[in-house]
């Protein structure tokens, strides 16, 4: 009977089982600290949905749509399967088609993660708190795989091949296209994306790989620096670190906590390598009677067990009561590591016994939650089902994303535990025949190096152990980072709280300021010139580039030897100019001529629309000194040339080409003859 009990409670702690699992037998990982949703079905007596003042989901619609299984191989995959159905929410009751201010009403653009998708349709407090201010309509989409956005049905398990961020995101820039058009949207539309965790890290890289879908990030408790290869190194060590943290002083903890906590590692070795020691630890530590406790592998499962309750109240480690950790099944206390801290704030007249107690009683404020767990068992296998669903996070580690997590009993609070990749491959090869890459995510995703990038708001709480694989250092003005120091994961995207701290009341207002600055340049983004209006002339050349002709005219006319050349690098100087040379008086003559060409060119490479265009008006031409007989230096000529076939070239051949191309769309079909498919070479 009791065990009974125990079984169904344990269930909770599925995901730590797997993970538990996997940190024994397969790669060492850590899953991002949500997912845990499937396996987790069980009816639970105090199911609290405390984070939920109404019913969201009501408020939404739920959607289906056939997504493409793969996006980047056309070649019809096996079985003949090419789609599966992917759910997604739209609420919409506060988008405004145009805003006061006459933007177009924003898409808030939750990208799923690895869970059900309702999980952070209850939980993106941020994106409902803003929907109403922005006149936004809210997007929930469903990542492939999770949830029930799965491929294969029961199958699925045969067909892994296509879960991978690539592909989600694929995913969800079709339907952020398709909602454009459902809903008629105007092109300055802006799309900002939200996401946490493994959520937050698709929002970062979606606005790096499809910025013209994307207009914002909101990233948040994104560790996209977690991984192998990056320079510097990631410090495989700082998620345990982190976690350590957490149950320090510092970080409001019982003094005695941290050392209590190593101290038990100890226990476990001196009282693991006999039967009758186990027997004491099983006793101590509260585990259910016929628990396995057989050998020192137990033990060791033991303690990764023990540990990942850690770990997980770390990422839930939120100032107040919060479900969100426990994927809605049951709240943790309000700063649950402090909690478990509690009992493990006593002394030095401490027995072994009382220290195994002290510890169990700690875990327990994660593994029974719900008060209802008579006793523990960490080796309780899950239902088929559960490990079913359980493990895709892990086959996209292995696939795609491998994270290195060690520990080392120094400056953590764990034991030695230093990544092994050898390992960590064979398991994957083992679990999923998958030979792990593990430079890919860095390699895929730029690692340190995405200056190139924009309109990114990275935030990272402290108390959230994933931090250290976080960007927590602004990289440019347009990719800030900020940081919550009383922030577990994600906080900044819960609702708002009364006991949040400033920090996180702050960064939610500088998310949202960051925002509006996205949707007017959204806004402001004029649509290019269009080849098929039939005007003859070319579409303005840049500015940037005007502005650097114009430097070059000035500096070969002598005009600023000491300022103005706009920052010209000393080879164009050379190239173009003169002022440099010591203007001898024989050489004067010459120096003119060779200045007046130098300007007449650089004026004509301006496009005429520059300061100093006088001289090539005045030659009598057009604007852009091509219509006054070519004159002047032979790279002018030459240009002129070049821009009369250019201009006779749009009207000529692609204009028209675009008109047909325009009909065969309207005609609602696309044609496979002729010069639609003629090879560019
Ligand atoms: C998806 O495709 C199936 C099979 O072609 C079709 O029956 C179904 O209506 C489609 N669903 C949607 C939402 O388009
Ligand atoms: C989200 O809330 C709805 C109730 O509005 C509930 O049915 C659903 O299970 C919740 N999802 C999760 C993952 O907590
Ligand atoms: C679980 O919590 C209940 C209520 O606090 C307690 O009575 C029970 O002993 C706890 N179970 C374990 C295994 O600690």
Request: hydrophobic residues 40%; glycine residues 12%; proline residues 6%.
């Amino acid at each position: 009977m009791a065990n009974r009990v125990a079984l169904a409670a344990l269930v909770l702690a599925v995901a730590s089982l797997t993970e538990v699992h996997a940190m024994l037998t397969g790669p060492r990982h850590i899953r991002l600290g949500d997912g845990r949703s499937r396996q987790l079905q069980r009816p639970f007596s105090s199911v609290a949905t405390h984070s939920l003042r109404k019913d969201l989901l009501a408020q939404c619609k739920l959607n289906w749509r056939n997504a493409s299984l793969d996006h980047f191989s056309r070649v019809p995959p096996a079985g003949d399967i090419t789609t599966f159905p992917q759910r997604y929410f739209v609420c919409a009751s506060h988008w405004q088609r145009e805003t006061a201010d006459g933007t177009p009403g924003p898409v808030f653009f939750y990208l799923g993660n690895e869970a059900d998708v309702t999980l952070y349709l209850n939980n993106t407090g941020l994106m409902w708190e803003s929907a109403a201010d922005f006149g936004a309509m809210l997007v929930f989409a469903e990542h492939r795989y999770y949830g029930e956005s799965v491929p294969y049905g029961k199958a699925v398990k045969k067909h892994m091949g296509y879960l991978s961020a690539e592909q989600a995101m694929a995913d969800y820039a079709q339907l952020i296209m398709e909602l454009k058009e459902q809903y008629q949207m105007p092109p300055s539309t802006a799309v900002i994306g939200f996401g946490g965790s493994y959520g937050g890290m698709l929002a970062a890289w979606m606005r790096l790989k499809y910025p013209h879908v994307l207009d914002g990030a909101i990233a948040a408790s994104a560790p996209i620096w977690n991984f192998l290869g990056e320079v510097p190194a990631f410090d495989p060590g700082s998620f345990a670190k982190g976690v350590t943290y957490d149950a320090s002083e510092l970080a409001g903890s019982a003094p005695a906590c941290v050392d209590n906590v190593k101290a038990t590692w100890d226990l476990l070795a001196s009282y693991g390598g006999d039967d009758a020691g186990r027997k004491f630890l099983a006793g101590g530590l509260r585990l259910c009677p016929g628990v396995p406790l057989k050998s020192a592998g137990d033990v060791e499962y033991l303690r990764a067990w023990l540990g990942a309750a850690w770990d997980y109240m770390a990422m839930g480690n939120f100032p107040y009561p919060s479900s969100y950790i426990t994927n809605g099944h049951g709240l943790l206390p309000a700063f649950p590591v402090r909690a478990a801290c509690e009992p493990l704030a006593g002394g030095d007249d401490w027995s072994d016994a009382d220290l195994l107690d002290a510890m169990a009683a700690a875990v327990g404020v994660f593994y029974n939650h719900t008060g209802d767990l008579a006793c523990f068992d960490p080796f309780a296998g899950t239902d088929p089902d559960s490990d079913h669903d359980a493990n895709w996070w892990d086959y996209q580690w292995c696939a795609e994303m491998l994270m290195p997590f060690a520990k080392d009993g120094d400056s953590d609070m764990f034991w030695p535990e230093p990544f092994d990749l050898g390992a960590s491959v064979e398991a994957c090869q083992d679990n999923w025949g998958v030979t792990p890459r593990p430079l890919w995510a860095t390699t895929q995703w730029g690692g340190r190096r995405i200056a190139a990038g924009s309109n990114i708001v990275f935030s990272n709480g402290l108390l959230d152990p994933w931090h250290g694989g976080g960007v927590l250092e602004d990289i440019s003005d347009s990719m800030p980072a900020v940081i919550i120091p009383e922030g577990a994961h994600h906080l900044d995207l819960m609702f708002s709280h009364p006991d949040d701290p400033l920090s996180v009341i702050e960064v939610r207002k500088f998310q949202r300021e960051s925002i509006r600055d996205w949707i007017q340049q959204a806004a402001q983004q004029s649509p290019s010139v269009d080849p098929t209006s039939g005007s003859s002339s070319l579409p303005a050349a840049g500015g940037r580039f005007r502005q650097w002709a114009a430097a070059a005219a000035a500096a070969g006319a002598g005009a600023s030897a000491t300022a103005g050349d706009g920052g010209m690098r000393d080879s164009h100087r050379q190239a173009h100019g003169s002022m440099q040379r010591p203007l001898r008086q024989h050489q004067q003559q010459r120096g003119q001529h060779e200045q007046q060409q130098q300007q007449q060119h650089a004026v004509a490479m301006a496009g005429g629309r520059v300061d100093g265009a006088e001289a090539a008006v005045a030659e009598g031409g057009a604007a852009d000194g091509c219509g006054g007989g070519g004159g002047g230096c032979p790279v002018h000529r030459a240009w002129c040339a070049v821009r009369g076939w250019a201009a006779a070239a749009w009207r000529q051949v692609w204009a028209p080409q675009a008109e047909v191309e325009g009909d065969a769309r309207a005609r609602g079909r696309g044609r496979s003859e002729g010069h639609f498919s003629r090879r560019l070479g």
